[in-house]
């Protein structure tokens, strides 16, 4: 396995259960065995990878397998990818050089706030009755962390509508994005 060789690049393919392509990516390391922002990755059993690559080797490999396959948020197969691929892809989140002047003219003069505690001081009696009040409290999960249900999510639009929801699950004709409304 390349992980091994963490100079080598390789491509890597996720199977379902019934040995069909999810989700196609490329990498070096540990990139094929680590958590993935909305895919799952699946046992070592279920991926393929074809290693001792060049980086441009593997963007190429890459591009060429997502193709084959088709996209699933484009209605063109079963991958779960929302890009294509290849060295001409960024990845994550980029603002326009538009919006970049927008923030940049917005904040320009703008001193940094200082951080306020708005926490109210308890005294010793008033934290024991508090105290005193959870004692035998079943854990409901309210301080569970939302992020982990809300984390796969993604905004998808069909230029009219946006909609919120894991990728598969979207409306078809929608891609990924959010349609932002101005308040006049």
């Given amino acids: ?8 690049y390789y491509v890597y393919t996720y199977l379902d259960k019934n040995k ?10 540990r990139r ?8 799952s990755v699946p046992k070592l059993s279920n991926i393929i990878i074809e290693d001792n690559m060049t980086q441009d080797e593997a963007w190429e490999k890459e591009t060429y397998l997502i193709e084959h396959y088709g996209m699933k948020c484009k209605n063109e197969g079963p991958l779960l990818n929302l890009r294509r691929g290849g060295k001409t892809q960024k990845s994550g989140w980029h603002h326009s050089p538009k919006t970049k002047r927008r923030i940049s003219n917005t904040l320009t003069g703008v001193k940094k706030k200082t951080t306020i505690n708005y926490k109210k001081p308890k005294t010793p009696e008033h934290a024991e009755a508090i105290r005193q009040a959870n004692l035998g409290r079943p854990n409901d999960g309210r301080y569970k962390k939302i992020s982990h249900t809300m984390a796969k999510k993604r905004w998808f639009t069909d ?4 909609v919120f929801c894991e990728p598969g699950n979207e409306p078809i004709s929608y891609r990924l994005g959010r349609v932002m409304r101005r308040s006049n």
């Fill in 20 to 29: 069909i392509p999810y989700y196609i990516g490329m990498g070096k390391g």
């Fill in 159 to 162: 230029e009219t509508n946006s």
């Fill in 32 to 39: 094929a065995v680590v958590k993935h922002l909305y895919v």
């Fill in 1 to 8: 396995m390349s992980w091994k060789n963490p100079k080598s």
